[in-house]
């Protein structure tokens, strides 16, 4: 019998059947400390090893007892084996360790289930090979690039990948990289598709073979540059977009700074581009953008490169520009391209162009420079008289400087409180009580009184400020409505316009949330005005959003209702409270307008919404509306706009009309 380490000698299996047990079979004690191992164990650990702590997570092995466990040993020949721990006497802490070599199709097996994991999918294939030259592989992988498994057996994998990755490949193939990596493949009829790649070691016998899980990961590829295409370019026209017309601007000043030379920047907006998109519907006015980006694209030359800005706006940047007559001679050909028709939709349309020029270095050095003074130069042209080009001068319009104030201006209103809100009672055509205010920002300038909205808020929405005023507005209302319900009056509803940059930003439910905490105003006496047409630009998006506020107790109502394109599918999933009819239907006593407005409200009343009509101002409206079941109106025929002061006496007097 043969001695034990610690001088003991009575294990739980007899001495003969431990030496013939072919697999490596050894015992321990609690700490790991080897007691007894048969012949097939010594060959594996080695005569002179007293624990097996250094050779495998021992503490691991008893926490999973009975449970087979892979373990590379750090020994000749690193071979995989399949280890088991079972305790066999508890009251003396005496472990029995066995020990399996891996077969073939142990390690093929396991190794596929560790690419499954890492790769967080399921392998599309697998394939053993020796050194670039393919032993075996599954149907999965041969199917993948066109073969059978008996026809792509013993041949080279460098034959399977394009010569653009062979390198990689070369370089890759005796390594085994952590993450998977990619190459494109090439099938036997010649087509190429994108692979991803985890290799992993095989051990067999003497050598050691190379198992990879192959993928095919084309439509994410695809996906991805989808995406980086989307980044630097505008996905309705396929031009560049600004943020890369920017860079490139930029690199054309370096360039143009250290050789001496000019650049020009052409500031292009198409001419009655808001009147044909309201009118035709914004559908006809993509098609329109994608016309009139292939008419630019059309007299693209070499040194030139067009964007598009955004909107009806496109940005051409113009190289080795030697004078002033050589930038307005190709704003000269960008306008002459207009001069033909776009037929779109069976629509024969006659667009033009206003363009303005900047130039390098005569009127900036900056990128931002150039494209802001090619800009007021557009302006100019557009409140002359359009289908025209100008080039910067420092006597730009009155008009534009003018604008230029007041953007200025306006950004210093709000942190100097120059900005307050008025409210216009909204009114129960059913019990003439008052049910909601809507917010209505005003701008009380020191110098120049009272700035009406429609003068200050398309610069606020140019210049990006909109985001920070529309902000202020919602939590001033708040917390004004607040106010009023700790006074005493009976709760009602606030409306506040949401502008359309506003509504899209990632975090508005967050934002508005965040407000209603700060102010204390319960989420039921907040409704959040959105347009018609700011609903359909992106629907899907739109009613996920609106669910969520919904979802937060606040309401929400479509403005100017009847001015858009609504789809009724769409129309009907939007989890709106409340349809605005436009003041524009009010206003005009035409009979066809009365139908419109009977239209609005019987589908409202069909969909669950309520109707409010906007713009009411004598009783024959009221009447018209009252008969029609309208639910609430808002106008001069019951109250102006007033400031909060003003309202109590409006609050105290409980009916109107």
């Known amino acids: 019998m043969m001695p034990d380490r610690n001088g003991i000698t009575n294990i739980p299996i007899h001495e003969w059947i431990f030496q013939q047990i072919q697999d490596p079979l050894l015992f321990t004690n609690e700490a790991g400390d080897i007691i007894r191992c048969n012949q097939a164990a010594l060959e594996v650990i080695g005569p002179e090893r007293q624990t097996v702590r250094d050779l495998l997570d021992f503490k691991k092995l008893k926490d999973h007892e009975g449970i087979k466990k892979i373990v590379d040993f750090q020994t000749e020949g690193d071979r995989l084996y399949f280890v088991q721990c079972m305790r066999v006497r508890k009251e003396e802490g005496l472990y029995a360790l066995l020990f399996r070599p891996l077969s073939i199709s142990d390690q093929t097996l396991e190794v596929k289930r560790e690419m499954d ?89 003497d050598r050691v073979l190379r198992v990879a899980i192959i993928r095919d990961v084309t439509e994410r590829v695809h996906n991805e540059k989808k995406i980086e295409f989307m980044s630097y370019y505008d996905e309705l026209t396929d031009l560049p977009n600004r943020h890369y017309f920017h860079d490139m601007l930029n690199e054309a000043l370096m360039e143009a700074a250290g050789q001496g030379e000019g650049v020009a920047v052409h500031f292009i907006d198409l ?12 559908a006809f006015g993509d098609k329109l953008l994608k016309a009139c980006a292939e008419r630019l694209k059309s007299i693209q030359e070499q040194d030139t490169f067009i964007a598009r800005m955004g909107g009806d706006e496109f940005l051409v940047l113009q190289r080795y520009v030697t004078s ?116 209505l920002i005003r701008w009380n300038h020191p110098d120049k009184g009272m700035i009406s909205p429609a003068t200050f808020i398309p610069i606020a929405e140019k210049n990006g400020q909109i985001i920070e005023i529309g902000e202020w507005v919602m939590k001033e209302a708040c917390k004004q409505n607040k106010q009023w319900q700790d006074e005493g009056f009976a709760p009602v509803i606030v409306g506040v316009n949401l502008s359309a940059l506003q509504f899209l930003q990632k975090d508005l439910v967050f934002r508005v949330k965040q407000i209603l905490e700060e102010t204390g105003l319960a989420p039921e006496y ?108 808002q106008g001069y025929f019951y109250s102006k706009p007033l400031p909060p002061e003003q309202l109590s006496d409006v609050f105290n007097s409980s009916i109107v009309h």
């Not at 890759?172 to 070691?201: M, N, R, S, V, W």
């Not at 009655?272 to 009118?279: G, V």
């Not at 709106?576 to 239209?599: G, M, R, T, W, Y």
Request: proline letters at 2%; charged letters at 30%.
């Open 117 to 205: 994991r890492l790769m967080d999918a399921s392998s599309e294939g697998v394939v053993m090979h020796d050194h670039g030259r393919i032993v075996d592989c599954d149907s999965t992988f041969a199917r993948m690039f066109g073969y059978k498994r008996e026809e792509i057996r013993n041949t080279d994998v460098f034959s399977l990948v394009d010569e653009d990755s062979r390198e990689n490949l070369k370089q890759l193939l005796h390594t085994y990289p952590e993450e998977p990596y990619q190459l494109k493949g090439k099938k036997k009829d010649g087509t190429t598709f994108f692979l991803e790649i985890l290799a992993h070691p095989y051990p067999q016998e």
């Open 271 to 282: 001419d009655y581009f808001k009147q044909i998109n309201d009118t035709l519907g914004y």
């Open 324 to 439: 002033k007559e050589k930038a307005e001679d190709y704003a000269e050909k960008m306008i002459g391209i207009f001069q033909r028709p776009v037929t779109i939709d069976d629509y024969e349309l006659y667009t033009s162009v206003s363009i303005g020029i900047s130039l390098f270095p005569d009127h900036g050095r900056s990128a931002d420079d150039l494209i802001k003074k090619s800009d007021s130069a557009m302006f100019t042209v557009k409140g002359r008289h359009r289908n025209n080009y100008l080039c910067y001068n420092a006597s730009i319009s009155e008009k534009f400087e003018k604008m230029l104030s007041m953007d200025s201006e306006l950004r210093k209103a709000l942190k100097q409180e120059q900005l307050e809100l008025h409210y216009q009672p909204q009114k129960s055509i059913g019990t003439g009580k008052i049910v909601g205010l809507e917010a």
């Open 526 to 633: 907040l409704e959040l005005e959105i347009t018609e047409s700011m609903a359909m630009t992106n629907e899907e998006y739109i009613i996920h959003t609106l669910k969520e506020l919904r979802e937060l107790g606040v309401h929400v109502s479509i403005d100017d209702f009847g001015t858009g394109y609504s789809s009724l599918k769409y129309l009907s999933r939007f989890p709106v409270s409340k349809l605005k009819i436009d003041k524009v239907f009010i206003s005009e006593n035409q009979k066809q307008n009365q139908a419109i407005v009977k239209s609005i409200i019987h589908m409202s009343h069909s969909l669950n919404m309520k109707v409010i009509a906007e713009g009411v101002e004598t009783a024959e409206q009221w009447n018209f509306l009252k008969n029609e079941k309208c639910d609430e109106i």
